[in-house]
């Protein structure tokens, strides 16, 4: 059964928007909750995550100014608003959650392995 459930991925011309969404549960919607990428042939990339307990908002800078995250503590859910999404956007989006050491929440590609919860990801097209 999976831990957390993603929705919200498609195609989309650049420029256009989509909103992912992230479901969890009271076990899995905790900690740091947000999501990373991997594109074809690169290593997976923090972009967006936030504090649950606190609503503290980290962004990767190449997603700043363009993605916005969100949560809501009644449905143990994450959204992820992205506008103007580029062509570079393109990627498997995986919803994460676990609770961290110490904020902030990193976004690392390294940091990948200290979040304990994964999506099965939603993919997200974007033509140019």
Do not use: H
């Not at 999976?2 to 919607?29: F, K, P």
């Not at 809501?72 to 990627?91: G, I, W």
């Amino acid at each position: 059964q999976a831990q957390l459930v993603e929705s919200g991925g498609g195609s989309v011309q650049a420029g256009g928007s989509l909103t992912l969404s992230c479901t969890g549960s009271m076990y899995t919607y905790t900690g740091c909750m947000g999501w990373f990428r991997q594109a074809p042939g690169k290593e997976r990339e923090g972009v967006a995550a936030i504090y649950i307990s606190g609503g503290y908002r980290y962004y990767d800078a190449s997603v700043r100014g363009r993605f916005f995250i969100n949560q809501d503590n009644n449905k143990y859910t994450v959204t992820l608003r992205m506008d103007n999404l580029k062509p570079e956007d393109t990627a498997m989006y995986y919803c994460m959650s676990g609770a961290p050491s110490s904020l902030p929440c990193r976004l690392r590609a390294e940091d990948a392995g200290t979040y304990t919860y994964w999506g099965q990801g939603t993919k997200v097209t974007v033509a140019g």
